[in-house]
């Protein structure tokens, strides 16, 4: 292996990166903007291959393994820290459907399989152009031919105004001493001075001085690996699509869900801008009115086609899609970026009464007897502006519905079926992190707040009776302060932290558990089998 192909070449290597579970590389996430775009996904209820390049300690890649039974997932990474860790959970776990490679990209086994599914966050934009190629390279032999690939990668006209933050923290980190953390905490505190000052870099460009605000606050093993790789890289979206174009993948869309309409990226007066604009045309338009400054691009070799509201239906069949929301209500607003938009009045107000809290497919929607006053094309049409407008949601398979009051749920002796769940949120520490759970009802994660995750494991461990008194008890225990809503203030009158505590709980009863009830997540009464 030559230095330009070591996988270490100019990358933050003495410091592990963060874990973390990242939902929109769920499968039937990026199946559904596949179907949006006329592209057949791959199918996935008889069995499907995942790899995930760049997995770090693979918490996406555990949690949809979990969830996804019937598939098989491959991470690769090429840091021992992050590997050793996913074999670690894999053991505690009992996750046999789950395979490890501690490997660089420019040499990867001979026996790696093709995947119906291949993903990368955080890697397009920090790894070499050696190393990229490797990874295209990888694409074009693994991937098959349905199969979807889904990247990340900073983008432009967003990072604009942001690169001289980048610039300044590599130029300081530079000269500074000591390992990856402490070099970009030096360098940090002297950027931090510099916007204090209100130099003119940060009086012209306020965007610049917000970012730096909100890195003071980030996890300082974010900003080394996000700021100080040597081959950090800024993309124009065109010359992604002509990277992907080059190995015979075609875009297929793009996460968030909302980026697939220019309708919510650009306001109403700029359409005759995007009316007849090719691919790369219409993603560069969007980019420059958003101002975007990341992307979640998926690629795919099947060509886009003009579907009938039932060949959509077709494809999209095991795709189930409910209110986001058991409160969700008309009229619906939204904002993205300069953008608002809403949605009132029919077809969606109908659609609210029939659906309820239930999953529905496609086909199921289009043959509703109460839905027949509309076309097939209103009803696909409204379905897709639910989803991204988030008053719909889409998951891979139908939750629970209906599921017992709220009342009856928090009286009852609650399970946690998955051993994955279980050690999730089994947790000695809290520090304001999100904990990936695995639903297999969904085929993805269930996000929650690690204070939450405490709450649902003292509930199993020990009841309703004192819950809250075990609560404070714990975080005293651990010195963690929960914080005025307001002004951040750490609460530590014992009064305030008891009823601040049982605000929470509160919380937890009326939105966090029913949900985690319908996903099927926690159970009522005794252990569900684990598939």
Known sequence: ???????????????????????????????YVATLQGIRPPAVSEGFDFLELGCGFGSTLLTLAAANPQGRFTGVDFMPVHTEQIEREVAATDLRNVRVLCADFAKMPADLPQFDFIALHGVFSWVSPELRQCVLEIIRRHLKPDGIVEVTYNCMPGWSSLLPVRTLLRHF??????????????????????????????????????LVDRLMQADLHYVAHEYLNEHWTVFHVADVLAMFGGIGLGHAGRLPFHHNHWELCAKPQFAAQFQGADIATLETLKDHHANAMFRW?????????????WQRADAAADLFFRTASPQASLPHTVTYGGVS???????????????????????????EPQLAAFTSEALVEAVDAGVAMGLFRVDGGAVIDPIPPVETIAAAPLTVPLEFNRRAITREDIVN???????????????????????????????????????AHRLVRTEKHLREHTTGRPITDPAERAKAVGIICDGFFTAVLPELVRQGIVTLGAASPAH
Not at 175 to 197: F, T
């Open 1 to 31: 292996m030559t230095a330009h192909t070591s996988p270490s070449a100019g990358y933050v290597t003495d410091v592990a990166y963060l874990p973390g579970y990242y939902p929109f590389m769920a499968p039937a996430r990026m199946r």
């Open 173 to 210: 980190a530079g000269r500074a001493e000591g390992d990856s953390i402490a070099r970009v905490r030096q360098a940090l505190a002297i950027v931090a001075e510099m916007r204090k000052a209100d130099i003119p870099i940060f009086h012209d460009q306020p965007r610049a001085a917000q």
């Open 297 to 309: 691009d998926l690629f795919s070799r099947r060509p886009r086609e003009a579907w009938t509201p």
């Open 341 to 367: 938009a809403g949605i009132a009045g029919p077809p969606h107000d109908r659609m609210l009464e029939v659906m309820g809290n239930s999953s529905w497919s496609l086909p199921m929607l289009l043959d």
């Open 433 to 471: 992190e999100q904990v990936g759970l695995a639903s297999l009802r969904t085929g993805a994660g269930h996000e929650i707040g690690d204070l939450h995750a405490v709450i649902l494991d003292e509930l199993i461990a020990g009841g309703h009776e004192g819950l809250e008194e075990r609560i």
